[in-house]
Structure formats: C-alpha cells, structure tokens
C-alpha cells in the first residue's frame, strides 16, 4: 500500500539537507575540485504514490542465509537475506509489480536495500541506487523510493560500494529519487 499521508515538504527538505552534505567538505562525497562546481543533485519529481508501506515477508530462518556482495573495490561485503518487499507501480503500460529482497549488516541492525531497475544507465546511475528503510513496528516498513540515492562512487571513484544483487535488479521503472550523476570528472 502507500503512504497516504505523504509530506513533500519532508521529503523537499531531505533534499536541501543532502545538497548541503555534498557542499561540506566533512561530509561530502566529492573532491574539493568537484564541490567547487557543484550546484544540487538532480532529483526526479517528488510522486507520493512511490512511498510505500509494505509488511515485509519475513525469510523462515533456513532462508535466512548469509550473502556474499562484492564491491566496487573487489572487496566483499556479507548481508543476510531478511526478508522479501513487495510492492506494485504505475507504469505507462499499467500496474507493474516488483519484489526486492531487504538485507541486515553482518550484526544483524541496520538495513541494507540497494536496487536496480530500468531507468539505470540513462536516467539514473548505471550500477544502481540504495533507499533507507524506515521501522514501522510490527514488521512494517516504509520505502520511499523518492529518497531513493546514488551510492558515493557514483560521484567519486575513490569510495567502496556495494554492488546490487541479482535479486534486486527489477524490471520495471523507479522514476523517484536521485537522478544520474552529472559529469563530475
């Protein structure tokens, strides 16, 4: 379902406070000569209806296995498999749905929910994006893919990232959140 209570004002904000990250040097992802030419990242149109409040499918512990994600350093990385997000978009050719399997760190606390989808290349970074999940109690999250983000090495070659599983690789179009980067080099 979504979420019907939808505040673009949040989410507009969540914006401006992610431009001012990069524009910081302690905190930005960019080198000095790339903060310098920096105006804001670019962002699709804020659509409520890409905010979704799902009951996640909870994997029976036997499925709950350990996977192994390389990086973009040739370094890998273990999340274990959580549980299975579904959900259903409107597309141009009608309601399409789509499944991504969310991931715990290695300890076993924070999320981990890196995906693909068709807009990847030419719309949207190449290798994929990453979206936050927001604990709603009682097996409830909330993904708003419209706070859907590039990982840092899509701005700078000099970061780690995990790469996106074949799970998580949708076919169908995520029109929300961050946009390809612009030429940065």
Not at 5 to 22: G, I, M, N, P, V
Not at 91 to 115: C, I, K, R
């Amino acid at each position: 379902m979504t979420n019907t209570e939808y505040s673009l004002a949040e989410t507009e904000q969540w914006r401006q406070d992610k431009d001012a990250e990069f524009r910081h040097p302690s905190t930005s992802p960019l080198t000095a000569d790339q903060r310098d030419r920096f105006d804001g990242l670019r962002y699709f149109p804020i659509d409520p209806a890409l905010c979704f409040i799902i009951e996640a499918e909870v994997f029976p512990d036997d499925e709950q296995t350990m996977q192994r994600i390389m990086t973009t350093a040739n370094e890998i990385r273990h999340y274990v498999r959580y549980a299975r997000l579904s959900f259903s978009v409107a597309t141009a050719v009608g309601d399409q749905s789509g499944s991504l399997v969310l991931y715990l760190d290695q300890d076993g606390e924070n999320f981990f929910l890196p995906f693909m989808d068709t807009t990847n290349g030419a719309e949207t970074y190449a290798a994929g994006r990453y979206v936050e999940i927001e604990r709603l109690g009682g097996g409830v999250v909330r993904v708003d893919f419209n706070r859907a983000y590039n990982p840092y090495c899509a701005y700078n070659a000099g970061w780690n990232c995990p790469y996106v599983p074949t799970d998580n690789r949708l076919d169908l179009p995520i029109r929300a959140g961050e946009m390809r980067p612009p030429d940065m080099a």
